[in-house]
């Protein structure tokens, strides 16, 4: 991979999923594994921060009135009941960590699913910017990860899960997505593969 044509999809670092008292936060089981996704994907952002990679965000924003979920199910209807995500509130702020960060991020706006192609203009950043690999991170692997993954796979991006910066409800069912269901349409790699790949000297 080449830094100059990869870019890394960061779905869901906001305070719901992320903080301490995130009204999401329990949708994993294991907690620690939250803390671990965020402190993996700040380390690798950080070894990456002065390359030419493109390192976009893709919030998920709801407005107070859920317009855009009609008939909710699932972690859909949890997000609903629990107010998560809403428009102007603290839970739909990126998470401090991310925010650090800067204007080396990009925002991409207009996610209101699982799918962070859905709705916004991700897909033309990407093209504008000559992307030729994509790098997908955050939460959950089993939702909006695979579902942003498949969409860059049906763009024609070589797709790449970055397992360890994501996590699911439960570590069988993370596992089970990482080692069954990404290889279908792309692969699942650590943060320390990924870098390594990254920093190959060009031949």
Avoid: W
């Amino acid at each position: 991979m080449n830094p100059d044509t990869t870019a890394m999809i960061l779905v869901g670092y906001q305070n719901d999923y992320f903080a301490q008292d995130g009204v999401l936060r329990g949708v994993v089981e294991d907690s620690a594994s939250v803390d671990s996704v965020l402190a993996n994907t700040v380390a690798f952002i950080t070894a990456m921060a002065d390359s030419g990679m493109t390192l976009i965000a893709t919030p998920i924003v709801l407005t107070a009135d859920y317009r855009a979920m009609a008939n909710p199910v699932g972690i859909l209807n949890t997000m609903k009941e629990s107010g998560a995500f809403k428009e102007g509130s603290v839970g739909a702020e990126t998470i401090p960590e991310i925010l650090a960060f800067g204007d080396r991020i990009q925002y991409v706006t207009g996610k209101v699913g699982f799918n962070a192609f859905a709705n916004t203009a991700l897909a033309d950043v990407l093209r504008d910017k000559g992307i030729t690999d994509v790098l997908v991170a955050g939460q959950v692997t089993s939702l909006c990860i695979d579902s942003t993954g498949r969409a860059a796979y049906e763009r024609g991006y070589d797709v790449t899960i970055v397992a360890d910066c994501t996590s699911s409800r439960t570590a069988t069912e993370h596992d089970f997505f990482c080692d069954v269901v990404f290889p279908l349409y792309g692969r699942a790699k650590t943060t320390t593969e990924v870098l390594g790949e990254l920093m190959e000297p060009a031949t």
